[in-house]
């Protein structure tokens, strides 16, 4: 049971143009979202996170909004750089506190020159 | 460099035999967690540790096994290990603070069940 769902594996933007990601979920618990990037043989770097109470959080080029009830965020990369050319992971956790964190299956963004 | 340190970096083993992992969590860090990656799938959590207690348990097999010590480093012992077992295990770490759930990770350990 795939409680966070990342449905596109993959995605390719054209450099300077926004890339947007989408996550889904279905776990109504979940209270506090999370995105990770991650290049080939490293470990996932945290990225931006929103809670709950929050609809929106932005952290320079990358921003997260969150629609709870529709159970879906997306992160949104403006301008897209080729260093963001990475898998990004989605993940949630159904309590501040706790790190328990539910991941998704990423998604391969590739960024166009 | 996130200051998640983890050991070894590949391993390659048989079936039947038995691996231990071994993490490093960040200076201060008082929570790990263990996450396993397999091919195509997403980081599945195995189980966390904070501050040489388990405090919460995933998807983590019987025959998976891991402790944290007093000095916080933590060590994911894998035994009878099968085909399926091969993927990259992560070690994460956190200072657990209130109202923050950065969780950072180290480059993992891939194990590769021949």
């Known amino acids: 049971d795939q409680q966070v769902k990342q449905n596109s594996p993959s995605l390719s933007v054209q450099e300077g143009r926004i890339s947007i990601l989408n996550c889904d979920y279905t776990?109504?618990?979940?209270?506090?979202f999370l995105w990770y990037k991650k290049y080939p043989a490293e470990g996932p770097t945290f990225l931006i996170s929103?809670?709950?109470?929050?609809d929106k959080n932005e952290d320079g080029r990358f921003t997260v909004f969150l629609n709870k009830s529709a159970k879906h965020l997306s992160l949104h990369i403006v301008p897209s750089q080729p260093g963001d050319s990475a898998v990004y992971f989605c993940?949630?956790?159904?309590?501040?506190?706790?790190?328990?964190?539910?991941f998704g299956t990423g998604t391969r963004l590739t960024i166009i020159p | 460099d996130s200051g998640v340190t983890q050991t070894p970096k590949h391993l390659i083993t048989a079936t039947g035999q038995r691996v231990t992992l071994r993490c490093s969590p960040r200076?201060?860090?008082?929570?790990v967690y263990w996450y396993q990656q397999s091919l195509d799938q997403g980081l599945q959590f195995l189980i966390q540790?904070?501050?040489?207690?388990?405090?919460a348990k995933g998807n983590i097999l019987e025959r998976f096994s891991a402790q944290q010590f007093p000095d916080l480093h933590s060590e994911l012992n894998l035994s009878s290990l099968e085909l399926g077992d091969s993927a990259l295990y992560f070690c994460?770490?956190?200072?657990?603070?209130?109202?923050?759930?950065?969780?950072?990770f180290g480059e993992g350990s891939w194990l590769t069940v021949v």
């Open positions: 994460a770490s956190s200072a657990h603070r209130q109202g923050g759930n950065t969780i950072y």
């Open positions: 776990n109504s618990m979940f209270d506090y």
């Open positions: 929103i809670s709950s109470i929050k």
């Open positions: 993940a949630a956790s159904a309590e501040r506190g706790n790190e328990k964190l539910t």
């Open positions: 200076s201060g860090d008082l929570s």
């Open positions: 540790y904070y501050n040489g207690e388990e405090r």
